[in-house]
């Protein structure tokens, strides 16, 4: 590497606002993030299930579709 071109890389703390501390290294320093994997509902299994069925029932009645039947076999 040639000296006096690259930025310092060294240790940093990552704090969430869940209050997870995460230790890493970085050219930016310590700083904090809003969601990570400790609280995100992805990752926890809290992550709410969209009822898209209902919404795509609404849309047809908005719309005044009716909803196609499969031909018969």
Excluded at 4 to 16: E, F
């Amino acid at each position: 590497m040639k000296k006096g071109i690259h930025p310092k890389y060294g240790p940093a703390k990552i704090t969430c606002a869940c209050g997870a501390v995460y230790e890493t290294s970085t050219t930016r320093g310590d700083f904090s993030v809003e969601i990570c994997s400790a609280c995100h509902p992805y990752y926890t299994g809290k992550q709410k299930l969209l009822d898209t069925e209902g919404r795509v029932e609404r849309f047809n009645r908005k719309y005044g579709r009716t909803t196609r039947t499969p031909a018969p076999k």
